[in-house]
């Protein structure tokens, strides 16, 4: 049984080799990124059994692609290359303090050709975990209807279906997102959401405030993440947990902490650890992801996880 599915627009990022506005950037590497992406990759680095349904162009950056995430071990046979479609492109700016702007070409995308149909078809194998972020909802109205649809099945199927708003105002407006994924979170078990995107989704409130909103729709797991100020995690009618962030020194890149959080937080949950620890080790991985360039390249390996919690805090396996 997988213990983790996602499902999103899997991209080749193009990473600059030099810091500094991309208008002056002569040199990229090529890389591969995608919110979704990077949590399945995050989550089988940690020894979990992951799954990705996306589409892909029948081309050259696509056939990478899949090839690099079958390297990772994820299980790709919700996957297919699809004629007529390019593979998503994204260039990457990297400003000196690790901070950047993302530039997509992504459209049309070939995930156009997914259906309710191809995600029951993954989900049928009942996954422990359904993960799903705003950043494929906003690729098409559809998308939202196909979501909801497939987080209706997860639940009939007994899946705990996770979501992360991701929003990217790039992709669409406030307005836009916050209705789309304001519809969603009635579908929602775990909520993994940016204090900036809770934001947008209820107004400017505390962490308190947004938990309560979350709550309000029947999530029963709300993690909101801050940044540099931690996160803070509430389950159920338990006391809110907080979790300072993890020193790093410089970072080098922070694209992609997020999704290193979710997917440390995620194995926490699925090895039924308390909410504290989950939290930690989300927080732990989080870090590793920003002292790396590149949005996945520093998603941490379980035994490197293991180390930076030291002896008292090893993740057992």
């Not at 979990?48 to 081309?59: E, F, K, N, P």
């Not at 989900?123 to 998308?143: C, D, H, I, W």
């Not at 797991?221 to 979790?243: D, L, M, P």
């Amino acid at each position: 049984m997988q213990d983790v599915l996602t499902i999103g627009d899997a991209m080749i990022t193009m990473n600059p080799k030099q810091r500094g506005p991309m208008r002056f950037t002569t040199e990229f590497e090529r890389r591969i990124g995608g919110a979704e992406l990077n949590v399945a990759v995050g989550c089988a680095r940690l020894g979990l059994q992951t799954g990705m349904i996306t589409r892909l162009g029948r081309d050259e950056f696509g056939r990478h692609i899949l090839n690099t995430l079958r390297g990772e071990g994820i299980d790709m046979s919700g996957t297919a290359l699809e004629e007529h479609y390019a593979t998503p492109v994204n260039f990457k700016e990297t400003l000196e303090n690790g901070n950047g702007r993302t530039f997509y070409y992504r459209f049309p995308s070939p995930t156009e050709e997914l259906t309710v149909q191809h995600i029951k078809e993954q989900l049928s194998k009942q996954p422990k975990v359904f993960y799903m972020t705003g950043v494929f909802a906003s690729l098409r109205p559809e998308n939202v209807e196909m979501l909801r649809e497939a987080a209706r099945f997860a639940r009939e199927q007994g899946t705990l279906t996770a979501m992360d708003p991701n929003i990217r105002l790039k992709l669409w407006s406030r307005e836009a997102a916050g209705e789309a994924i304001r519809s969603l979170l009635p579908y929602a078990d775990i909520m993994l959401s940016g204090k900036d995107e809770a934001d947008i989704l209820f107004g400017g409130q505390s962490i308190e405030e947004h938990i309560a909103s979350f709550q309000s729709y029947g999530i029963d797991r709300i993690i909101i993440k801050n940044g540099s100020e931690g996160a803070a995690g509430k389950h159920g009618s338990s006391k809110t947990v907080y979790q300072p962030a993890e020193k790093v020194e410089k970072a080098a890149d922070t694209v992609g902490a997020g999704d290193g959080f979710n997917a440390g937080f995620l194995y926490g949950l699925l090895q039924g650890y308390p909410l504290e620890k989950a939290l930690k080790i989300g927080s732990v991985a989080g870090a590793k992801v920003v002292q790396v360039a590149g949005d996945n390249e520093g998603l941490p390996l379980l035994e490197e996880v293991e180390a930076a919690l030291g002896n008292e805090e090893r993740v057992e396996r």
